[in-house]
């Protein structure tokens, strides 16, 4: 059975950081792309960032870049979003993502895509007060 569990989630004022980790199980961590989406009250579900098999690659929403990191540590089946200078709109639950999107051109094109990935975590609260 597949798992995947966020934590790391909480109650933080503005200009803050946190860091969120994704652990997961009933699968070979090593070999799953991940990602990070985000959805806010009455909010579409929105892309955060990427990150590839290897962790070579990575992708960023534009309202994220250069606060965000997303890393992973394939020794631990463990992915993480370090969130720095946070904002009230950075306010959601934030859920990871996995799967295998192929090679390097599927990624880049379809990294930032939900459709792309099959399993899900059931998600952490961030709220960022102003």
């Known amino acids: 059975q597949v798992q995947l569990v966020e934590s790391g989630g909480g109650l933080v004022q503005a200009g803050g950081s946190l860091r969120l980790s994704c652990t997961t199980s009933?699968?070979?961590?090593?070999?799953?792309?991940m990602v990070w989406f985000r959805r806010a009250v009455g909010a579409e579900r929105e892309f955060v960032a990427a990150?590839?098999?290897?962790?070579?690659?990575?992708k960023y929403s534009e309202s994220t870049k250069g606060r965000f990191t997303i890393s992973r540590d394939n020794a631990k089946s463990t992915l993480y979003l370090q969130m720095n200078g946070l904002k009230p709109e950075d306010s959601a639950v934030y859920y990871c993502?996995?799967?295998?999107?192929?090679?390097?051109?599927?990624?880049?094109?379809?990294?930032?895509?939900?459709?792309?990935?099959?399993?899900w975590g059931q998600g952490t609260q961030v709220t960022v007060s102003s």
């Open positions: 993502g996995a799967d295998r999107l192929g090679n390097t051109e599927r990624w880049n094109r379809y990294a930032n895509n939900p459709e792309s990935y099959m399993y």
């Open positions: 009933g699968r070979t961590f090593s070999r799953d792309d």
């Open positions: 990150i590839d098999r290897p962790g070579t690659r990575t």
